[in-house]
């Protein structure tokens, strides 16, 4: 079955060479035709327009009998996405992987994740509230980290080499942090905590400050 | 055997009700020749009120049962059995459902099921093929164009299917092998390589436990009939072995009287009816055994590794649930807690002064940054914040879960002391087999009057089961009498328990070796006493209604 493995993972490759039209890219990371790095743009009308996003991809030695294993190498802010480690939460990447799946389809299905966030099947719990509280918010992050970290187009235009600023990736009011730094925490700290908290949009007003105080102590 | 469990759920509830019934009654001297709904009775003895009615089953004794289930509906519907294993299956062994169902449209049920295509077939030729049969890029059609790339990337179900032009030459779209030795397909017709179907059938078998096989093209729910798993694994007996234990383990699970013994790689099931309701659970702890080997121990109301009697199933998971939560609590208050910075000391919290002097270094220093206290002086504004509301509350809060953490720490430890004593006695098992061997040479004992050891070790095993559980059991018991004669019962098992322990592990002395032997069975008696006592009374309260519990558990009002 090695054989088989390897002649369809080549023409897999091949055949997403040939194809143009999809502009999904697969390419080699080393020398192994198991280890690959995926690529797409952005769709279109989403947060994540303009940006250039690379997949992580590990054929299993029982491909295509399960299911490859994906994961983003560009940081990318969406509920379905680990903020931290790329890891991505999508039916057919486990059960409901089938073998006659491809790696283009594949990409295809991941890269149609990105017009459709499943919040209620989070992969990353924080930014699935953040998606849910208030969704306009939840796009400016997604936007500058697309911005920040995919080669995304800057609000301004002029962002591209900009110091990252903690808050604005956070997804949180400069106003906030500076009003719980200004008690003597620090502001990464307070930065945690808020994000933790959910502390955006109307969930502002339903925290007192009290339970932030608290968060910081823990 | 077999047609007794053929019987729908509803007469096995009838049963329930009538063991339950006579339970009431004088529950220790409950006759089970009695009973009429064909179960044997292990050894026809009769049981103690701690202990209940089960019958252990062989692989081949369900396989029979599930063969009498198929050729029922196989009769029934017109089918031949392989068909009536898959509509079987696809309703969960419920055949009043299947036939409730079938008898009102057999081609939907059929169709659902995935035993047969739907009316109209989908045509297996159309459809968009990336990785194709042919082998230059002489076709341009092939692929969608760009806007149709957009619209499909937009849509996360479309998935392109990967099947040939029926005019090219076969190309397994699996494999991409031109001109494979061998296809096969399922009644979709869905052609794929004998080496791919083997492949992903082993695949589903070994990696993901799976009895139901659906076609491998995307969208198609085609069910693999078992005569072509069977051929299909021809060459791997292991798989097609594997393939039937879990078509037995899938009815086992769909039967509610019944439970596969949790045991690795042990085929044996285990019938409880009189533990099939949830509401028999507060009044029985079902612990079983396979009938594959007498260690093969389990519990039938649940899933905890253990016989965890006497304790009824609910509140031992609430305390396995505790203990691992709280493992959490514990930890965060230990990272909280802090040590003197000076002699390493733990600190004590006492008051709300943040001015704190260490008792034994007398260190006098800052509660809240730890920093010594003669340094606030000048930086007192940084600190005084901390006096404010919220961590008032906060230290509150700590200390009120501290006085509950304390509690719990008192059974905690004297539940995870005895599971401790109860891991080392492999070790004591070697030890005291070593002394017998001793006794038996330098004494006037023969081998057979030296088993006394061992099996007072054995009771002593057991009893700290026993003892274990009746930690997890106290902690939720609600304070008064009832809890007081409980915690009598279990502080004399406990007592009698580490006496014997320590007799088994004194040294030996060929002189009073006799006078050993006698003190030795005489606590073993005894011993074993105590816990039928503890047993039987708790047993009997469950049955009585007579715990009541300090929380709210699972099943009890
Ligand atoms: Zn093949
Ligand atoms: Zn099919
Ligand atoms: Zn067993
Ligand atoms: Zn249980
Ligand atoms: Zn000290
Ligand atoms: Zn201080």
Partial sequence: MADARLRRVNKEIADCKNDKSSHINIELIDNSPFHLKGSFKGPEDTPYAGGHFDVDIVIPESYPFQPVKMKFLTKIYHPNVSSASGAICLDILKDAWSPVLTLKSTLISLQSLLCSPEPNDP????????????????????????????????KTGSAAGQKQDEVAMAGLEKAHVDQFESLGFERGK??????????????????????VVEELLK | MSSDYENSDNEYFEDDDEIMDEDDGS?????????????????????????????????????DTMKNEIDYISGLCGVDADVASLLLRYFDWNREKLVDKYMDNADGVKTNAGVSPPEKPEPSTASSSQIESHTGPRRSTRRANSSEAQKQSKTKAIIERISPPVEEPYMCPICCDYNPTDTRSLACEHKFCSSCWSEYIKNKVRNEAEQWITCMAEDCNIA?????????????????????????????????????????????????????????????????????????????????????????????????QKCQDDSETANWIKTNTKECSKCQSTIEKNGGCNHMTCKKCKYEFCWVCMGPWSEHGTAWYSCNRYDEKASIEARD?????????????????????????????VELYAKTEKKME???????????????MKKALDEVSKCRMTLKWTYAMAYYLESGNEKELFEDNQRDLERAVEELSELIESPLDTDTITDLRQKVTDKTVYVQKRNEIVLE????????????WNCSVDGFD
């Fill in chain 2, 438 to 452: 001793e006794m038996q040479m330098t004494s006037v004992l023969t081998w057979i009057e030296v088993q006394f």
């Fill in chain 2, 224 to 320: 693999a009939p078992n005569q072509f798993v069977q051929d299909v694994l021809a060459e791997d007996p292991a798989v097609w072995n594997r393939f039937k234990e879990l078509l037995v383990r899938h009815y086992v699970a769909s039967n509610k009287n019944l439970k596969y013994c949790p045991y690795p790689s042990c085929t044996y099931t285990v019938s409880c009816p009189s533990a099939s309701s949830k509401s028999s659970l507060t009044t029985i702890v079902p612990i079983v055994t396979c009938g594959a080997s007498p260690t093969h121990k389990f519990c039938f109301g649940c899933n905890i590794d253990d016989d965890h009697r006497p304790v009824v199933c609910a509140a031992a998971k609430l305390w396995l």
């Fill in chain 2, 27 to 63: 529950a220790s001297d409950m006759e089970v020749d009695g009973f009429d709904n064909g179960y044997k009775t292990i050894g026809n003895k009769r049981l103690k009120s701690y202990e209940v009615d089960y019958e252990p089953l062989s692989q081949k004794q369900i396989e």
């Fill in chain 2, 397 to 425: 809060a700590q200390s009120r879960s501290r006085a509950s953490l304390e509690r719990y720490l008192h059974y905690y430890n004297r539940w995870a002391n005895h599971e401790q004593s109860a891991k080392l006695s």
């Fill in chain 1, 123 to 154: 992969q990353d719990a924080e930014v699935a509230k953040h998606y849910l509280t208030s969704k306009a918010s939840f796009e400016e992050t997604a936007r500058y980290w697309t911005m920040v970290y995919a080669g995304g187009p800057g």
């Fill in chain 2, 537 to 548: 009374d708790t047993a009997q309260g469950f049955q009585d209604g007579r715990w009541k």
């Fill in chain 1, 190 to 211: 307070v930065i945690d905590a808020l994000r933790r908290l959910n502390y955006r949009g109307a969930n502002v007003a339903k925290i007192n400050d009290d339970r």
